[in-house]
């Protein structure tokens, strides 16, 4: 499903995963059930937050990198330059 990108196939999984009987996995699919339509969506879309997550790593890493040294300023200074 996952990378063929198929999420006709998750209502087969999630009463699969549901009967089960691995407490865990029942769980999960249960949340699954909870906002069903953004599960399917996001298994049948090529779109991904891939390079915002990317961009936002990168800018909690120099964060980190600075923590205590610089102001705000500096922060954004090297975030632009990066």
Same mark, same amino acid.
Request: net charge positive; no cysteine.
């Given at each position: *499903?996952?990378?063929?990108?198929? +999420?006709?196939? %998750?209502? #087969? !999984?999630?009463?699969?995963? *549901?009967? =089960? /009987?691995?407490? /865990?996995? =029942?769980?999960? $699919?249960?949340?699954?059930?909870? &906002?069903? &339509?953004? @599960? #399917?969506? /996001? %298994? =049948?879309?090529? !779109?991904? =937050?891939?390079? @915002?997550?990317?961009? @936002?790593?990168?800018?909690? *890493?120099?964060?980190?990198? *600075?923590? +205590?040294?610089? &102001?705000?300023?500096?922060?954004?200074?090297? @975030? %632009?330059? $990066?």
């Amino acid at each position: *499903m996952l990378t063929e990108l198929d +999420g006709n196939r %998750l209502p #087969e !999984w999630i009463t699969q995963a *549901m009967t =089960s /009987g691995l407490r /865990g996995i =029942s769980t999960f $699919a249960n949340a699954l059930n909870s &906002d069903y &339509d953004a @599960v #399917e969506a /996001g %298994l =049948s879309t090529p !779109w991904n =937050s891939g390079q @915002v997550k990317g961009a @936002v790593n990168r800018i909690k *890493m120099l964060k980190r990198q *600075m923590f +205590g040294r610089a &102001d705000f300023h500096l922060l954004r200074t090297r @975030v %632009l330059l $990066a």
